[in-house]
């Protein structure tokens, strides 16, 4: 299983934008299609944007589209999240997972996450 560490968060005005990191450990990482997640306050842990294992093929949630850029660079074990234009309501804590099933994590264990917090 891969070992995941968030960072990059913070606190931001609306249209503000932030880059986000996810740092895995494990050999297996670059054989996985990696994506992020984020949850806020009372809501579920929702889908937001994944990559496939060599960075050529991306896909996003629409509320994100348009704004925000998922990338990877597999010799650094790393994943990026490249938001733009944030609003306020992107704020949620952030989580990079591997993802199955296009849009589904797929390890059961999370990180710590990354808060987020746009303000209007």
């Known amino acids: 299983q891969v070992q995941l560490v968030e960072s990059g968060g913070g606190l931001v005005q609306a249209g503000g934008s932030l880059r986000l990191s996810c740092a895995a450990s494990?050999?297996?990482?670059?054989?996985?299609?990696m994506g992020w997640f984020r949850q806020a306050p009372g809501k579920e842990r929702e889908f937001v944007a994944a990559?496939?294992?060599?960075?050529?093929?991306?896909w996003y949630a629409d509320s994100v589209k348009g704004r925000f850029t998922i990338s990877r660079d597999n010799a650094k074990n790393t994943v990026y999240l490249q938001m733009n234009s944030l609003k306020p309501e992107d704020t949620a804590v952030y989580y990079c997972?591997?993802?199955?099933?296009?849009?589904?994590?797929?390890?059961?264990?999370w990180g710590q996450g990354t808060q987020v917090t746009v303000s209007s």
């Open positions: 997972n591997a993802v199955q099933a296009g849009t589904m994590p797929k390890f059961s264990s």
């Open positions: 494990g050999r297996t990482f670059s054989s996985y299609p």
């Open positions: 990559v496939n294992w060599s960075g050529g093929s991306t």
